[in-house]
């Protein structure tokens, strides 16, 4: 989840014309934090001020994954993991652990790329594609979407709408991408942001990210989630939470701790 750099964006208006750029990439202003918490409170993921959503980004990952599982077990928390279709359909028994153990899944676009050039019938496509290959591979139909770097473009919003999915990024993050995160660093991340009512976001993989990163948010994982209940805060999954708009959904049935 690298940061929008000024580069990238004058990249995008180089390869774009001007009225078209702001047309596609305007919706990614949603990006920053300023604009996008006090203005778009449900895009935030924002939900009922006692509850805490924990989601996790760019897997499933055969090597990172299960311990992610292993260790959400062990704390009795449930979490929702937006995936990557091209991942998914390679580790389907993985997918469909992830839901035997009462989790939920998010749609994270079927590959990891930047959205720079308008492309509203691949972006349809492949948002689509992503929904029908968590749906057959485990019988759920996903209603999340939060796309590829955090960056929503308008194609890339109708996509997730055509699909009847709902699009969440996040109030919170650990910074957990990068070759330096540690985990004392992804745990003060997330403090600094933490807020009742928040989503919180970290990530299961390194697939596009440093090598090797998933360690320092894996061991600040049990950390973060004391952090919630010390202040007072349930921990769950979208599902759960309710982000502002939703509407009120049952809770996914969860499976007991061991």
């Given at each position: ?83 990557v279709g091209e991942h998914a ?101 997330i403090a600094a942001d933490l ?53 009120r959904r049952r809770p996914v ?6």
């Amino acid at each position: 989840m690298p940061v929008l750099s000024a580069r990238a964006w004058r990249t995008a208006a180089v390869l774009l014309p001007a009225g078209a750029a702001a047309a596609h990439i305007g919706p990614a202003a949603t990006w920053l934090p300023g604009v996008r918490l006090p203005l778009f409170p449900g895009l935030s993921g924002t939900g009922p001020r006692r509850h805490i959503a924990l989601t996790f980004d760019d897997g499933p990952d055969p090597v990172s994954t299960p311990r992610f599982l292993d260790t959400l077990d062990e704390l009795g928390v449930r979490a929702t993991f937006f995936v990557v279709g091209e991942h998914a359909v390679r580790h389907p028994e993985l997918l469909r652990e992830t839901v035997s153990r009462g989790h939920e899944l998010g749609v994270h676009g079927w590959t990891h790329d930047r959205p720079w050039r308008p492309a509203f019938a691949r972006d349809a496509a492949e948002v689509a594609r992503t929904v029908r290959a968590v749906q057959d591979l485990t019988g759920r139909r996903p209603r999340w979407y939060r796309p590829p770097y955090g960056i929503l473009t308008t194609s890339r919003w109708r996509a997730a709408r055509r699909a009847g999915l709902r699009t969440v990024l996040w109030s919170a993050w650990g910074r957990d991408w990068t070759a330096d995160a540690t985990p004392a660093s992804v745990r003060a991340r997330i403090a600094a942001d933490l807020r009742g009512g928040g989503t919180v976001l970290l990530h299961d993989s390194d697939h596009h990210s440093a090598p090797g990163c998933w360690r320092a948010t894996l061991a600040a994982l049990p950390a973060i989630v004391q952090d919630c209940r010390d202040a007072g805060l349930m921990v769950g999954p979208l599902h759960d939470h309710q982000p502002a708009g939703t509407g009120r959904r049952r809770p996914v049935p969860h499976r007991p701790a061991p």
